[in-house]
């Protein structure tokens, strides 16, 4: 993931939850948190408890955040945040608790009053992580057309380009989807496994190969005893859940995006 784009996903989330952006710009970004969402990323319960108790006027914070160091204006103070920072995978938990699935329709002038079909897209926001004693994610970002299952990748960013309302607009009606949502997700889903499995593995065969090197060091550690001591077979497990090449999926967020067709 970019820092662009974590910029881009960033300016959604906030704005989607009803924050105003009081300083956007290349690199950088500050935020008047909503009630809701300053309880839900600034840590203060005390602070809401002690509030909603004596009734006072809340208050909620201001979050600074640079993404990206070398585009901020310098005298910018902020929290740097990337794909790796824990501050981003807590609003990527908040995205999942708050709007885990939304329902968009696309608005567009009309005027000769003719109705506008409106074709149902399933999208996706997914992680995918490469899971050894190193781990290495990424987002993708895939979208379903649930008539014709025209598969668009970076569907994101496909969406930026369009004018989402969450009520259908006038002059417009929606066509019936003939994929299910389940369907559907089960579609993108082996989407994605067919391009896992034409990327190389060596990532993978170099894990493998240092789980191998520390099996012989254990193995050696504890000599040819015919009867291996608990803590031996306590730290081979160990090694094997250090070491074990995996890959997991999950979904972060998704939604029913009614657009005018393109494919």
Do not use: W
């Given at each position: 993931m970019q820092q662009r784009e974590i910029h881009q996903f960033l300016e959604r989330y906030f704005t989607a939850n009803g924050c105003e952006l009081v300083a956007n710009g290349e690199g950088y970004m500050t935020v008047q948190l909503t009630i809701d969402l300053d309880k839900e990323l600034m840590n203060r319960p005390f602070y809401w408890h002690y509030l909603e108790k004596?009734?006072?006027?809340?208050?909620?914070?201001?979050?600074?955040?640079?993404?990206?160091?070398?585009?901020?204006?310098?005298?910018?103070?902020?929290?740097?945040?990337?794909?790796?920072?824990?501050?981003?995978?807590?609003?990527?938990?908040?995205?999942?608790?708050?709007?885990?699935?939304?329902?968009?329709?696309?608005?567009?002038?009309?005027?000769n009053g003719q109705q506008v079909p409106l074709h149902p897209w399933l999208g996706l926001n997914i992680k995918i992580s490469h899971v050894t004693n190193l781990k290495k994610d990424r987002i993708e970002s895939i979208g379903l057309n649930l008539i014709n299952g025209h598969i668009q990748e970076d569907f994101h960013n496909h969406l930026l380009s369009r004018r989402l309302t969450p009520k259908i607009p006038d002059f417009s009606f929606t066509l019936t989807p003939i994929i299910k949502p389940q369907s559907g997700i089960n579609r993108i889903q082996g989407y994605l496994l067919n391009g896992i499995e034409q990327e190389s593995f060596s990532w993978a065969d170099e894990a493998r190969k240092r789980w191998e090197e520390d099996l012989d060091l254990l193995s050696h550690f504890y000599g040819d005893h015919e009867e291996k001591p608990e803590s031996y077979h306590l730290e081979k497990q160990a090694l094997k859940e250090q070491y074990e090449p995996n890959i997991t999926i999950d979904i972060i967020n998704g939604g029913i995006f009614y657009l005018q067709n393109t494919h």
């Open positions: 004596t009734g006072g006027t809340p208050n909620p914070m201001t979050l600074s955040l640079v993404t990206d160091g070398e585009k901020a204006p310098e005298d910018f103070k902020g929290e740097l945040i990337h794909f790796g920072s824990p501050r981003l995978h807590q609003i990527f938990r908040s995205t999942r608790n708050l709007a885990g699935y939304i329902r968009l329709y696309e608005e567009r002038m009309n005027f």
